[in-house]
């Protein structure tokens, strides 16, 4: 992925942090749960290095990003509810929660990874926002930019390897915006468009779960 100017990661990075911040929890972050979501090459996964990098609080969170879960270019409902399924309703629930690697070369479900329930945790991926994961999360990120923009930037970040696959994945993700409104979960939505902006979303109060 072509990574946006340091300036305007530090914009759309500075409102993530005082999320977490905001949510009043001491340690700082504590077992905080991050959503980043948003169309293939809005920013997504630099914008979730850099919340890594930054965060605010002493323990790291812990980083599962969807495009290590979809099984394929068809997989994107099958990662949202291997998610939802997998990390965020036993990890709220204190059960013990695991996500499975895809194999992209071979086509195939590889190993598993235990999710530490005492660290924070960023989710970062188109899918990340459906309904069902509003009540399990905490701070919830739509981040977009211009249609040009990030497809650029999705085609260069795997060599021309997405291009074949372009329409068949914006299909899915368009059906998923349809039936999800996943904005609508967001409490901040953000733009990596130069001159976008940070907004606290409308309804987040209402979708927060604290």
Known sequence: ??????????????????????????????????????????????????????????????????????????GLDAAIEHIGSRVLRPRRAGAAAAWQRHDWETDRPAEWHSVDQDRPLVIEGCGALAAAHAGVSDVRVWLDAD????????LDRDNGGFEAHWDQWQRHW???RLREHPELWATLRLSATPGGSAAEAPGAHRAKSG
Do not use: F, H, N
């Open 1 to 74: 992925m072509s990574s946006p100017e340091t300036g305007a990661i530090g914009m759309l990075l500075a409102p993530v942090l005082a999320a977490v911040r905001a949510l009043g929890r001491q340690p700082v972050g504590e077992r905080a749960v991050v959503l980043i979501d948003g169309p293939s090459g809005a920013g997504k996964s630099t914008l979730a290095d850099a919340v890594l990098a930054a965060w605010p609080g002493p323990q790291p969170p812990t980083l599962v990003r969807l495009d290590d879960i979809y099984p394929g270019w068809g």
């Open 174 to 176: 368009e059906r998923y």
């Open 147 to 154: 249609d040009g923009i990030r497809k650029q930037r999705a």
